[in-house]
């Protein structure tokens, strides 16, 4: 007998609930990566991490929160210079032109400050929606779902998600997900994806969440 899309969903969310409960355990460590002590500093870490490992961000970021201390210190920073200072977290050109124009249109529109909303965020240059629900639940604790490759991924292996668009899977989980365990679920899919559901080979015997993930029941007989 078939079934409907509202039970269907409703069949995931019961199975997202489960999820969450075992993440809540096993993942109780879990919390953004990224080292920062100042709210500009998770903006930048965050825009340096596109197409980088959070790992080699916090390696750069240790020297370039030395020379840059303020947001003034970035928006008056020569390009070149800066380049010279990230390229090891890939893509320098144009994070370097990024970082300090988002910077300045901080300066010049906010008085220096992390804007506290989603549309206004998202209007500084190189800043996208990845980005903007990092700051924003880092900093202001508003509640967003972060989709970065092992959100991504784990997302769709799960059964979570069809679409492979990050904004699309974004909506996707904000329909499945409790609001209030946004920020905590994209930081737990990622410590999940780096120590068990890994891209080349998900460890799917040591999988917690093994009963509730439909790539396992392809793998495993």
Known sequence: MSISKREKK???R???KKIIEVFDESYKEACCSLNYNKPHELLIATQLAAQCTDERVNIVTKELFTKYRTVQDFANASTKELEGDIMSTGFYRNKSRNIIKCCQMLINEFNGEIPDSLENIL???GVGRKT??????EIYSIPGI???THAKRLSQRIGLTRNTDPVKIEFDLMDLVPKSNWTSFSHQLVFHGRQVCKA???NCEECMIIDYCNYSEKVIK
């Open 200 to 202: 080349r080979k998900p």
């Open 10 to 12: 409703g069949i995931i």
């Open 14 to 16: 019961e199975r997202v």
């Open 132 to 137: 903007a629900n990092v700051v924003l639940g």
């Open 146 to 148: 972060v989709i970065d």
């Open 123 to 125: 209007r500084l240059s």
